[in-house]
């Protein structure tokens, strides 16, 4: 298995501008995982689900912010607008259910 | 509210010397244990976890922890570091009971390791 996949690996972007990161679970897992890491708030949950359905969203930090999940192999975490102050690395996770989470590589942003 | 405790923010070490890094969490009931490993610039890869059974658990490169259910701790140790386990370390609790898979993270311990 190829493992959580993730695109883009880096994204520059300018403020005001609108950004999708996609993931790719690995093929089986029941849960998807939307993570955001920076140096000052260390790694952060944005948002979970369970069988492609948002069971947790109280992580989004604002409506800027939106993640779908249109069938079990695909997701997108959109941006709009983006800001500076999102600049961080996003990493998707993917677990069966009740079990360790397998991260993806993830995109790390700039927002200029 | 639920919540995990890795009191040492920052480990320096030499090669040989030996770790342990403190986990503790904050729930009463069951829980799934784990530790995952950050290489820098990479992604967290899982070290080791705990279901149920024998409360010292082996995970990969010579790694182990112990989970010791009345200090609610899960510390990490290994006898002898190696420079290149230069990362941070994550310990993490997911509690069994809430029908959840959530993850609960603590904020990591940095760990170098001098030749």
């Known amino acids: 298995d190829a493992g959580v996949i993730q695109s883009p690996r880096h994204e520059v972007t300018e403020m005001g501008q609108e950004v999708t990161l996609r993931c790719k679970p690995i093929s089986g897992h029941n849960s998807l995982f939307w993570y955001r890491q920076t140096m000052m708030r260390g790694l952060e949950l944005l948002i979970y689900?369970?069988?492609?359905?948002?069971?947790?969203d109280s992580g989004m930090p604002e409506d800027r912010f939106s993640a779908k999940m249109p069938n079990a192999s695909f997701s997108t975490l959109k941006i709009q607008p983006s800001e500076p102050r999102d600049s961080a690395v996003y990493f998707c996770a993917s677990s069966p259910l009740y079990n360790e989470q397998f991260f993806g590589p993830g995109t790390r942003l700039t927002v200029l | 509210a639920q919540s995990v405790s890795q009191h040492n923010h920052h480990v320096i070490l030499s090669e040989a010397a030996s770790l342990e890094l403190g986990c503790n969490y904050s729930?009463?009931?069951?829980?799934?244990l784990f530790w995952y490993v950050q290489y820098p610039g990479q992604h967290l890869q899982l070290l080791l976890k705990?279901?149920?059974?024998?409360?010292l658990v082996k995970g990969i490169k010579g790694f182990e922890a112990e989970f010791i259910k009345s200090k609610f701790s899960f510390n990490l140790r290994k006898p002898s570091v190696q420079w290149s386990d230069t990362a941070e370390y994550f310990c993490a609790v997911n509690p069994t009971l809430g029908n959840t898979d959530k993850l609960i993270f603590g904020t990591g311990t940095r760990l170098q390791v001098f030749p």
């Open positions: 689900f369970n069988n492609n359905v948002p069971i947790d």
């Open positions: 729930y009463g009931g069951t829980v799934n």
């Open positions: 705990y279901f149920s059974g024998d409360p």
